[in-house]
């Protein structure tokens, strides 16, 4: 199972992700879908590892 809980993540001040929580169970397989700049790519650079959610860049 993979959790991300109330992520967030801002730049210049600016939320790019408002606080998300998502969970997915192991062995499925998702599609991420929704309208332009809600924070897709953010979310699974978070899961990825490659961001920090919480965190702030100035």
């Known amino acids: 199972m ?5 992520a967030t993540f ?3 001040g600016r939320c790019l992700l408002h606080p998300t929580t998502l969970t997915l169970a ?3 397989v998702y ?5 332009h700049g809600l924070g897709k790519p ?3 650079c978070i899961r990825g ?10």
């Open 26 to 28: 192991s062995g499925k």
């Open 10 to 12: 801002e730049v210049l």
């Open 49 to 58: 590892g490659s961001l920090r959610k919480g965190r702030q860049l100035s």
């Open 2 to 6: 993979y959790n991300i809980r109330a």
């Open 42 to 44: 953010t979310l699974l």
């Open 31 to 35: 599609g991420l879908i929704g309208h």
